[in-house]
């Protein structure tokens, strides 16, 4: 991802989040060290991103968005393996996300990848008050029964 990107993954963000994170966030995260954004293209057209952070044996997965016509198409799938695929690489052991529990659809593909719920976060997201699902996914279980 870079910031000639950020159009086009703002849309997509927009649309997907009911409080999207803004450009500048965006900004912060491609700046940070410990941060990873990647993006899906298809004929030169940005489909999905995904970013995450890597701290000491663990990747976190910060945000994941498909562009809604092309969800359900593996976009999600693809982006997912390559944060494991790089997270592996650096010497990350686990991955934890937190995710709405009203997010089925994303709850349904994490669980594809090997993620369990770990806990809850009461009130996590201040917007609507919704609390937020721990997963957590065993790096080590990758490859075993691979999605891909």
Known sequence: MTDHDLDAVMRI???SFP????K???REEMASPICRNRIALRGGNLLGYICFALVYDEVHLRN???????RRRRVGTVLIDDMFSISLESGCRFALLEVRP???GAVELY????FGVAGLRKGYYGDTGEDAIVMCADLADYGVNQVI
């Not at 994941?64 to 092309?70: F, S």
């Open 19 to 22: 409080t999207p994170w803004s």
């Open 64 to 70: 994941l968005a498909v562009d809604p016509r092309w």
């Open 102 to 104: 009203s997010n089925s």
């Open 24 to 26: 500048n966030l965006f």
């Open 13 to 15: 963000e927009n649309r």
């Open 111 to 114: 669980e594809r990848f090997g």
